[in-house]
């Protein structure tokens, strides 16, 4: 019986579609809720529904023959996943918004929630168990988030905003919200809000320079409160010497206001760190924010110009505040914004009036001045690899200026920015550019100016049999003119702008990327986790010329791969090969790496406080 069975499995890898075969949606669901069920990748293209049905019936036979014993089983298990939902089918986006138009203007009845574990009843041991040491999150820290309640209008808008939020927080992989128009009350409507949460316990550890060696604790749902704690411990792993300990702290919304509470201290060998912050941001296109942190950091800081660290030790207060108002006939908001911040550093290497600005001692106070719109689509397969991710199309335009008290001039800070991106029938589309100075109020002379361009664009979902491909391409352009000596008055490729494979030692006041990635996102899930391939071919200028084509060129190409599995709060896996030249050929590379990265936060276009333009 179990060759018989054994042999069934391997026909259905065989057959197209097999390996990620999916169920349709239970006809028991409730209408308009998207059950998580089993999905594969060439679902949406089975266009005759007795060859669709006729393939559940088949894939529901194997998984009843195989669930009778313990290694058939597994071996089902291993091979049959259970994916969050594809909600890209044919590789377009969708506007949530608009499917909830019909129930625009009626009332909000009764609001449920119903929670589910990590993972389905019927997984594996490891699942299950994980799955009873897992406490859920509580209701009520559901509730908290929110943007309405039980007798509002319902906005469509606003459910799509809320899920969005919640879906942001590392605690919860998935969420959905059914409308179920009300059977007595043909103008109320009741939800359904179904969410799924993620493993939030997770270990962590880096291997640093000097023998500095770290491992951390932590858990980002500490009893299901949605708050989160981490316990990061220092060693030298040549002595194993004690190095400090560090703890950080964070309630994501404090008592249901919205409020973010965070608090980090600790040292880590020569470095110590208190920082405390509370902070509301804007939610709704009309609304206000709100914020105040001080920070204590003492911490070796990268001179670039020397091509070395030093320590440094700073003191900073923060302090900002705004509103916004929507204006209908506009379709957007205006908003207003003020930011006071002190700074003051007590350990520092030589400064003077025109070198080391950044280690200045200074009081600046900033205004912003704007518009903006944002709207939330949903897709997959950006950023994550199967979940449901929230885009933002819309722009942001706003006027910056300010004061700055400095230790040894005062300027006058003007600074204008505008942004905006969307889709399109190629994909999705954004755009910005920064333009900031200092003036001297004593002369008007402009100081320590910087503009800064980026453009990127990501294509729509190509199909290669049951893989799909996405094609990114990111351009940079950054400037600085008048600038001075020291710290932070030059820059060079970093991790955000810059070549992946490339360590050589560049910098400049003038700087120019180009980025291309191809991600090709693999139907097979070996053990729940998702593959992604990738190359990538960087190009890039650096220097102080400022005709750009006549500075130092740089490229890189490389591949790669990442893992992740979209229960797990785990951070992506990324392994890369990658090679670099320069103009003269071969140039300091970093050739292989296996790095995590943090789970990424999508383009935003609503307002914060007031900035000066970076130059990094």
């Known amino acids: 019986m179990f060759r018989f069975r054994t042999f069934i499995l391997i026909l259905i890898l065989c057959l197209p579609g097999g390996v990620a075969a999916a169920r349709a ?8 809720m998207q059950t998580p069920n089993r999905f594969t990748p060439d679902s949406a293209r089975i266009r005759n529904p007795k060859a669709r049905n006729r393939n559940n019936r088949l894939y529901d036979s194997i998984e009843s023959k195989t669930s009778r014993r313990t290694v058939p089983r597994m071996l089902y298990n291993l091979v049959f996943v259970k994916p969050v939902l594809d909600t890209t089918s044919n590789g377009q986006f969708r506007d949530e918004s608009s499917l909830l138009e019909p129930f625009a203007g009626k009332t909000i009845g009764q609001i449920a929630i119903e929670r589910q574990q990590v993972f389905d009843p019927g997984g594996t041991w490891l699942e299950r168990a994980a799955n009873n040491t897992h406490m859920l999150t509580r209701d009520r820290v559901i509730r908290r ?7 509002d209008e319902f906005d ?14 590392d605690y919860i992989s998935e969420i959905d919200i059914a409308v179920q128009p009300d059977s007595v009350d043909s103008t109320r409507v009741n939800l359904v809000i179904t969410t799924r949460d993620s493993w939030t316990i997770s270990a962590d550890g880096s291997i640093r320079s000097e023998g500095r060696t770290m491992v951390a604790l932590s858990d980002a749902n500490i009893f299901g409160s949605g708050n989160s704690l981490k316990f990061l411990t220092n ?29 980090n201290a600790g040292r880590d060998f020569y470095s110590s760190l208190l920082d405390i912050g509370l902070r509301k941001e804007f939610l709704k296109p009309t609304d206000y924010e709100i914020g105040l942190t001080y920070n204590n950091i003492k911490d ?11 320590l440094v030790k700073v003191r900073n207060l923060d302090a900002w505040a705004g509103y916004s108002r929507y204006l209908r006939p506009i379709k957007s908001s205006a908003y207003l914004t003020g930011r006071y911040n002190y700074s003051r550093t007590t350990l520092r290497p030589e400064v003077g009036p025109r070198y080391n600005p950044a280690l200045h001692d200074q009081d600046a106070l900033l205004l912003g001045l704007g518009l903006y719109r944002e709207k939330f689509y949903t897709a ?83 199909l290669l049999q049951r893989s799909r491909i996405r094609q990114f391409i990111s351009f940079n352009y950054t400037q600085g003119w008048n600038r001075w000596s020291g710290s932070d008055e030059s820059i060079r490729f970093t991790d955000t702008n810059g070549l992946q494979a ?21 139907p097979y899930q070996p053990w729940g986790f ?24 740089f490229t890189s190409f490389g591949v790669g791969v990442r893992l992740r599995n979209e229960r797990l709060i785990f951070n992506t896996i990324q392994i890369r090969l990658g090679i670099a030249f320069g103009k003269s050929g071969l140039v300091d590379c970093d050739y292989f790496r296996i790095s995590n990265s943090t789970r990424l936060e999508q383009y935003r276009y609503r307002p914060t406080r007031p900035e000066i333009v970076d130059f990094k």
């Open 380 to 462: 997959n397969m950006i950023y994550g690899f199967g979940r449901r991710e929230y885009l933002a199309a819309g722009y942001k335009a706003e006027a910056v200026t300010g004061y700055t008290w400095g230790e040894f001039s005062d300027a006058v800070y003007l600074g204008l920015s505008y942004e905006a991106g969307g889709f399109c029938p190629i994909g999705y589309i954004m755009g910005g550019a920064t333009l900031g100075s200092y003036i001297d109020p004593a002369d008007g002379m402009w100081q320590r100016s910087a503009v800064d361009v980026d453009l990127r664009w990501f294509s729509n979902l190509f």
């Open 530 to 553: 998702r593959l992604a391939f990738f190359g990538f071919a960087d190009f890039g200028l650096l220097g102080y010329d400022s005709n750009i084509f006549k500075n130092e060129f």
């Open 235 to 263: 060693f030298d792993r040549r002595d194993f010497s004690y190095g400090g300990n560090m703890v950080e702290y964070k309630i994501p919304n404090v008592l249901g206001s919205f409020y973010t509470a965070e608090f």
């Open 25 to 32: 949606a239970s006809p028991s669901a409730r209408p308009g």
């Open 145 to 151: 988030d929110l943007l309405f309640k039980s007798g």
């Open 502 to 522: 490339l360590n050589e030692y560049a910098i400049g006041t003038n700087r120019m990327i180009l980025n291309s990635e191809t991600v090709l996102f693999s």
């Open 300 to 310: 070796k800081r990268y001179m670039i110009e020397q091509d070395t660290s030093l």
């Open 156 to 169: 469509p808008q606003l459910i799509v905003r809320t899920k969005q939020l919640i879906r942001s927080r």
